[in-house]
């Protein structure tokens, strides 16, 4: 089998982050790399990382990227924009934080861009007025929900992109959101980390089990998680969802664009494929089309090469998604 019609497997650019603060060339270098060494054709790239001037790049600094990307076979699909809700202590107003955005949307015409990600709900009351501005750069606003942003956890942000009814904002799903088990190598920090071995057990074996939920929150909330994996834990509460496929059933026909959100290449119990495989099958039978974008979080904690993660994670999510003989469960 093959991908269906109209799916395009993509990178994100952040995965080259560690690459970024090395600082040993460029962002925009970085990020054309992906495609030089033929690991993806459509890339993701975010804004903040890659021009000087953010929020507002010169535009010529997009279209010469944009230029020698279509020299080496490329093009850029979705750009990661953001809101800076306050200004020195202060919240911005609702102009303000348009002021904040818009140049940021123009670049994103000017590299190319199909359309722009914000995190789901952010862009708040901003929303409606938008949609003139990305009908006229012929931008897509995807809105992106990951880890614990279910339908049931923010119903109202799910259900305004379906009022607004508009091919100029749709909803980006990212992957964590159905991790079937916990990435081995994060539980393997958390226990060198000194998390108790009892949880790190728990969290290993019933991961999806609302118990092991109230569980995380208990040691959390007596104080302890020690202070070296204190980031690392949250990931538990915030980046690593726990849902099924079928949670999600309502919003798939809102979905544009899809995160293949991957922490590190583990496939014990097909913990990477059943995701990937569920998401495809369901996707498919809504008539889906767009990028689907291989994007590692696990370089919080990993060394690992990211252009050699990407790439074999690129090779098994393409077996995985065109695999589509058997509904999910």
Not at 163 to 181: C, Y
Not at 299 to 304: G, P, T
Request: aromatic letters at 6%; one cysteine or more; glycine letters at 8%.
């Amino acid at each position: 089998m093959s991908l269906a019609t109209g799916w395009t497997l993509s990178a994100s650019a952040f995965n080259l982050t560690p690459e970024v603060i090395r600082a040993e060339r460029t962002a925009d270098d970085l990020a054309l790399s992906l495609v030089e060494r033929g690991i993806a054709s459509a890339i993701e790239i975010e804004l903040g990382q890659m021009w000087r001037g953010f929020p507002s790049p010169a535009e010529a600094d997009a279209e010469h990227f944009r230029g020698r990307l279509a020299a080496a076979g490329g093009r850029v699909s979705i750009v990661g924009v953001s809101i800076d809700e306050f200004d020195r202590g202060r919240r911005r107003t609702d102009a303000e934080r348009r002021a904040f955005l818009e140049p940021q949307l123009r670049a994103a015409a000017a590299v190319g861009a199909t359309g722009v990600r914000l995190p789901i709900g952010q862009a708040g009351a901003l929303l409606d007025d938008l949609v003139p501005l990305l009908e006229e750069l012929d931008l897509v606003l995807f809105e992106e929900a990951q880890g614990h942003e279910t339908p049931a956890a923010r119903p109202e942000a799910y259900a305004r992109i379906a009022e607004l009814d508009t091919p100029h904002v749709r909803l980006l799903l990212d992957i964590s959101m159905l991790m079937p088990a916990l990435p081995v190598t994060y539980l393997e920090q958390l226990d060198r980390g000194g998390i108790p071995t009892a949880l790190v057990r728990r969290l290993r074996d019933e991961w999806r089990d609302p118990a092991t939920h109230d569980a995380v929150i208990d040691l959390l909330r007596a104080g302890g998680v020690p202070g070296p994996v204190h980031t690392l834990y949250m990931n538990l509460l915030v980046r690593f969802g726990r849902s099924h496929v079928a949670d999600l059933a309502s919003v798939l026909p809102l979905v544009g664009a899809t995160h293949l959100k991957f922490w590190d290449l583990d496939d014990s119990d097909d913990r990477l494929s059943d995701p990937l495989r569920d998401v495809g099958i369901a996707l498919d039978a809504t008539g889906f089309t767009g990028t689907l974008c291989s994007e590692w979080g696990g370089q919080e904690w990993l060394d690992d090469d990211p252009w050699e993660m990407t790439s074999r994670h690129l090779s098994l999510a393409a077996g995985a998604l065109s695999d589509r003989s058997t509904p999910p469960a």
